[in-house]
T-cell receptor
Framework: DAGITQSPRHKVTETGTPVTLRCHQT?????MYWYRQDPGHGLRLIHY???????DKGEVSDGYSVSRSKTEDFLLTLESATSSQTSVYFC???????????FGPGTRLTVT | AQSVTQLDSQVPVFEEAPVELRCNYS??????LFWYVQYPNQGLQLLLK??????LVKGINGFEAEFNKSQTSFHLRKPSVHISDTAEYFC???????????????FGQGTILTVHP
């Protein structure tokens, strides 16, 4: 299994609070991605990174920001959580664009 | 822009029967195609992938898929399913084949396969 961990694995937070999710990899892969999974929508790309300090927006980036200061860590921040951000969040990594992505175990986030 | 349509949201089947999960895609560039499986409360696991070459690709757990460029399809098949195949299956297309792409995946909505005894 690819060395990907996500923390926390479960979190309940209140509307309006900031939340940061962490993705950590031990594979030294260049590409990292954040997706959210919602019933009926499959997985949708939030943000991605193609190197340290190189990030860009995905399909559903509103309300989210990311940072990557080290190869191994990719942080996803919800600046002010809303109930519509209740979801399961998955991090993925890949060594290159011609390869598959390897997924982490996911973080279940509930915003009350 | 890319899109993926999984034509069935749920597929019930009896154990040892064959199954086909259908996936159509649209893209203006060459693509890579993937099938992932998600067991309850787990992450996604790669079943198989098409990057180039033979249009019939074999994956883990006895699954296979056929890439049909003219019909823009990538259907997943298994000749005989087991109870343990009960899971949600996702078809995905990557823009990784393009010259200035970042390997971003676009997923279908998912197909829940339920295998009954």
């Amino acid at each position: 299994d690819a060395g990907i961990t996500q923390s926390p694995r479960h979190k309940v937070t209140e509307t309006g609070t900031p939340v940061t999710l962490r993705c950590h990899q031990t594979e030294n892969h260049r590409y990292m991605y954040w997706y959210r999974q919602d019933p009926g929508h499959g997985l949708r790309l939030i943000h991605y990174s193609y190197g340290v300090k190189d990030t860009d927006k995905g399909e559903v980036s509103d309300g989210y920001s990311v940072s990557r200061s080290k190869t191994e860590d990719f942080l996803l921040t919800l600046e002010s959580a809303t109930s519509s951000q209740t979801s399961v969040y998955f991090c993925a990594i890949s060594p290159g664009t011609a390869y598959e992505q390897y997924f982490g175990p996911g973080t279940r986030l509930t915003v009350t | 822009a890319q899109s993926v349509t999984q034509l069935d949201s749920q597929v019930p089947v009896f154990e040892e029967a064959p199954v086909e999960l259908r996936c159509n895609y649209s893209s203006s560039v060459s693509v890579y195609l993937f099938w992932y499986v998600q067991y309850p409360n787990q992450g996604l696991q790669l079943l198989l992938k098409y990057l180039s070459g033979s249009t019939l690709v074999k994956g883990i757990n006895g699954f296979e898929a056929e890439f049909n460029k003219s019909q823009t399809s990538f259907h997943l098949r298994k000749p005989s399913v087991h109870i343990s195949d009960t899971a949600e299956y996702f078809c995905a297309v990557s823009d990784g084949a393009g010259g200035t792409s970042y390997g971003k995946l676009t997923f279908g909505q998912g197909t829940i396969l339920t295998v009954h005894p």
